[in-house]
C-alpha cells in the first residue's frame, strides 16, 4: 500500500458483513489499512474477536446472525449506535451451493438464497437512510464471477449472483442522486471456505492449475473502488486469475 492509500479512508467509518474471515476479513484489513474505523459484522463470535484483536483498536466487532429477521433488521442501528456514522457499507456475507442442482437440499438452496439475496437487499435498504440523509456514501456488494457466466456445476449460487447484480444495478442507478455509489465485486475463485463445498474435481483441478485468487487480493481491488474521486463510481469489477478459464 503506497503512503497516499495508506489514509485514504482516513476520518471514514466502514461497515463489512462475514468479516471474521476470507474476502470480509481482508476488506476490513485493507479499510483499517488505509485509515477507516471498521465494524467487523459476523455470526461467528470467537473468529469476530480473533479478527478484531489482531486489527487492533480501529476494529469494532458486531455479532449478528444476519439469517435472523429481528438481528438483520437491527443491524444499522447498532452500526450507528457503535461507531456514530457510515461511510462505507460493504455487504459480503455469503453461502455457497454447488454440484448438480438434483443433490440440492431444500434447506439448503432456501438458507443460501435468503442470505445471498433477500439479506443483502435488506441489509442496503437499512443503510440508505443514513446515507442519504448525509448526502455521501459508498455499497460495495460482493458478487462472483458467477453473476456473469451461467456456471453449470452451481445453477443455484449462479443464479443468487445473477440477482444480486442486477439489485446492484438498479440501486445504484435510484440513489447516485444522493452522493451514494454503488458498485459489485465480482472475483473468480477465491481461497476461502466457501471453496469447501466446490466439487472435489473441480478444486483440485483449480488448485493445480494456478486457478485461485487471495482474498488480500480481492479487497486491494475494493480499496481502489472506494479511493476514486467522488464523481467516478467503479460500477463493476470482474477479476479472475488469468489460468482461469471458463
Known amino acids: 500500500?503506497?503512503?497516499?492509500?495508506?489514509?485514504?479512508?482516513?476520518?471514514?467509518?466502514?461497515?463489512?458483513?462475514?468479516?471474521?474471515?476470507?474476502?470480509?476479513?481482508?476488506?476490513?484489513?485493507?479499510?483499517?489499512?488505509?485509515?477507516?474505523?471498521?465494524?467487523?459484522?459476523?455470526?461467528?463470535?470467537?473468529?469476530?474477536?480473533?479478527?478484531?484483536?489482531?486489527?487492533?483498536?480501529?476494529?469494532?466487532?458486531?455479532?449478528?446472525?444476519?439469517?435472523?429477521?429481528?438481528?438483520?433488521t437491527a443491524m444499522p442501528a447498532q452500526v450507528l449506535a457503535l461507531a456514530g456514522r457510515l461511510d462505507v457499507f460493504h455487504a459480503n456475507a455469503g453461502l455457497y451451493v454447488g454440484g448438480d442442482l438434483i443433490d440440492a437440499s431444500d434447506e439448503a438452496i432456501d438458507r443460501m438464497l435468503h442470505l445471498n439475496i433477500n439479506v443483502v437487499m435488506k441489509n442496503v435498504r437499512g443503510v440508505l437512510p443514513?446515507?442519504?440523509?448525509?448526502?455521501?456514501?459508498?455499497?460495495?456488494?460482493?458478487?462472483?464471477?458467477?453473476?456473469?457466466?451461467?456456471?453449470?456445476?452451481?445453477p443455484v449460487y449462479a443464479s443468487s449472483k445473477w440477482a444480486i447484480n442486477c439489485f446492484v444495478q438498479t440501486v445504484r442507478?435510484?440513489?447516485?442522486?444522493?452522493?451514494?455509489?454503488v458498485g459489485a465485486i465480482s472475483p473468480g475463485p477465491v481461497i476461502t471456505s466457501l471453496l469447501a463445498d466446490w466439487p472435489a474435481d473441480k478444486l483440485q483441478e483449480a488448485k493445480a492449475n494456478g486457478c485461485l485468487i487471495e482474498a488480500s487480493e480481492v479487497a486491494e481491488v475494493v480499496l481502489f473502488m472506494l479511493t476514486r474521486p467522488r464523481g467516478m463510481t467503479i460500477r463493476d469489477v470482474v477479476m479472475m486469475p488469468t489460468q482461469f478459464d471458463l
Open 1 to 72: 500500500m503506497s503512503q497516499a492509500q495508506a489514509q485514504a479512508l482516513a476520518g471514514q467509518v466502514a461497515a463489512i458483513t462475514g468479516a471474521a474471515s476470507g474476502i470480509g476479513f481482508a476488506s476490513a484489513q485493507a479499510m483499517v489499512a488505509a485509515g477507516a474505523q471498521v465494524v467487523l459484522i459476523d455470526r461467528d463470535s470467537a473468529a469476530l474477536a480473533r479478527a478484531c484483536e489482531s486489527l487492533g483498536a480501529a476494529a469494532l466487532p458486531l455479532v449478528l446472525d444476519l439469517l435472523d429477521p429481528d438481528q438483520c
Open 130 to 154: 443514513h446515507m442519504i440523509e448525509r448526502g455521501s456514501g459508498d455499497i460495495i456488494v460482493t458478487s462472483s464471477l458467477a453473476a456473469h457466466f451461467p456456471t453449470p456445476w452451481e
Open 173 to 181: 442507478r435510484q440513489v447516485f442522486k444522493h452522493g451514494i455509489r
